[in-house]
């Protein structure tokens, strides 16, 4: 959840998805994709790690490209996370813009959420963590929409496995003062501090689904989407 880097356009990292998720509305702008639980091999999966990976080394510095293994951003909690990716309708192949991964500590998963380790928060079981926020649209307009629908997926996975009390994230202070404004239940846990890891000054949140879900089309309407895997949900009209 790094801010960008203006020297580096959105345009330099925002990677070609070798997919068609737009086969079933070829005449909508954008589309929201459940790319499911754990690691994936799919050209969808890939574009989600290579956004991941050109924003966080190329426009934020968060990571150093040469100490990556495989070259691409992936960590431990991949496979126990969910994740969502948003694709924009673009000749001659789309291209991913935004993304967002739910970390899952689930059933008997003992291991702490990057939050418990960074600010020691004990979130015990039966907790997630919003993880790996990234969206890479130039227009304000886009942009907001295109995390009102990842907040959309999100909610709607963390109410299907019953974790609406403990969802906590670790995000930079414009990033939580966005989510404010866009009436999301933000409360913070702990106040700014430097994170070596993320490379900037970062406040862990605790967030509340079911008070955001009413400024994201009420929580009646979130509960029916799907979030299963390869689920898609289109909007907007293609140039």
């Known amino acids: 959840m ?67 293994e495989y070259g691409v951003d992936i960590d431990d909690d991949d496979e126990r996370s969910v994740a969502f990716l948003v ?43 919003v993880s790996r926020y990234i969206g890479r649209l130039d227009d304000a307009k886009e942009q907001a929409r295109a995390l009102a629908e990842l907040l959309r997926s999100t909610i709607a996975r963390i109410r299907q496995v019953g974790a609406d009390d403990d969802v906590y994230a670790i995000v930079e202070r414009p990033l939580e003062r966005v989510l404010r404004i866009m009436g999301v239940g933000v409360a913070r846990i702990a106040e700014p501090t430097w994170l070596e890891e993320y490379q900037g000054v970062n406040v862990a949140i605790q967030l509340d689904p079911v008070a955001s879900a009413e400024n994201l089309g009420g929580l009646d309407e979130i509960d029916e989407l799907d979030v299963s895997e390869g689920a898609v949900r289109f909007w907007g009209t293609a140039e």
């Open 87 to 129: 694709v924009k309708n673009r000749f001659p192949e789309p291209v991913a813009v935004a993304c967002v991964r739910v970390i899952e500590r689930l059933g008997s998963d003992n291991r702490p959420l990057p939050a418990d380790a960074l600010y020691s928060l004990d979130t015990g079981g039966g907790s997630v963590e």
């Open 2 to 68: 790094a801010t960008s880097n203006l020297r580096v356009s959105n345009a330099d990292v925002i990677p070609a998805v070798h997919a068609h998720p737009f086969a079933p509305s070829p005449d909508s702008r954008f589309a929201i994709v459940a790319l499911g639980r754990g690691l994936r091999a799919n050209p969808l999966y890939t574009a989600y790690l290579e956004l991941r990976t050109r924003v966080y080394t190329t426009q934020t510095g968060m990571l150093d490209a040469d100490a990556l």
